[in-house]
């Protein structure tokens, strides 16, 4: 049987940076920082696999955003079988850079502050088997031992802060664009 756990009022009115400190920059850039989360830690060289069954590591997936020219000749991590429609496809810098620019037009029109480059590669870093650290890096502050130990054996130390800042940020920006509408519910038997 499970248990439902939530958070306290407390852990509530901390706010992110109470949770996982507040996001770093290296040399002046956050994106810097967030390479350094994903590369530099203990836990970046660390095989894991996502709830979906992808095994990865944290560095595996940088490059997977961010440079994946440097992986040439590999095999990305993926579910799905390699050449498939399904399969896992790293971005040039190129498609990043106008699939930014095609999201910021779109917050423009709306009115909307504009993504960051830092808020951009979080966003999709979430996307990919990261989510499974991210989200247990955050779900370990329930104070659930279960919870707490997989985060120690998935994670070490590292609490990605300043990539969980740029997912928030990314989230909280990219949700004025989402269209508000009817949903019917009905139920069997009224």
């Known amino acids: 049987s499970y248990s439902l756990s939530l958070g ?6 901390k706010g992110l940076t109470g949770l996982v400190g507040p996001p770093r920059q290296v040399k002046g850039s956050l994106t810097i920082a967030m390479k350094e989360e994903h590369n530099s830690q203990p836990d970046s060289k660390q095989k894991f696999t ?5 095994e990865t590591t944290s560095e595996i997936e940088w490059k997977f955003v961010n440079d994946p020219a440097s992986y040439k000749g590999k095999k990305w991590p993926d579910r799905f079988k390699e050449g498939t429609k399904e399969a896992r496809k790293p971005r040039t810098q190129k498609e990043l ?16 502050t504009v993504l960051q480059w830092p808020e951009f590669i979080a966003g999709i870093l ?3 088997p990261m989510y499974e650290k991210y989200n247990l890096v955050l779900r370990a502050e329930s104070g659930v031992p279960f919870l707490i130990s ?3 054996a998935l994670c070490g130390s590292n609490k990605y802060p300043t990539t969980i800042h740029g997912i928030n ?18 139920s069997t038997g009224a």
């Open 169 to 186: 940020s990314c989230v909280i920006k990219l949700s004025k664009l989402t269209r508000v509408n009817v949903l019917w519910r009905g």
């Open 97 to 112: 850079e106008e699939a930014l620019k095609k999201k910021n037009k779109q917050l423009e029109e709306a009115n909307c």
């Open 150 to 152: 997989r985060r120690k």
């Open 126 to 128: 979430y996307t990919g």
């Open 50 to 54: 996502s709830s979906n069954g992808v």
């Open 8 to 13: 306290t009022l407390d852990v509530f009115f």
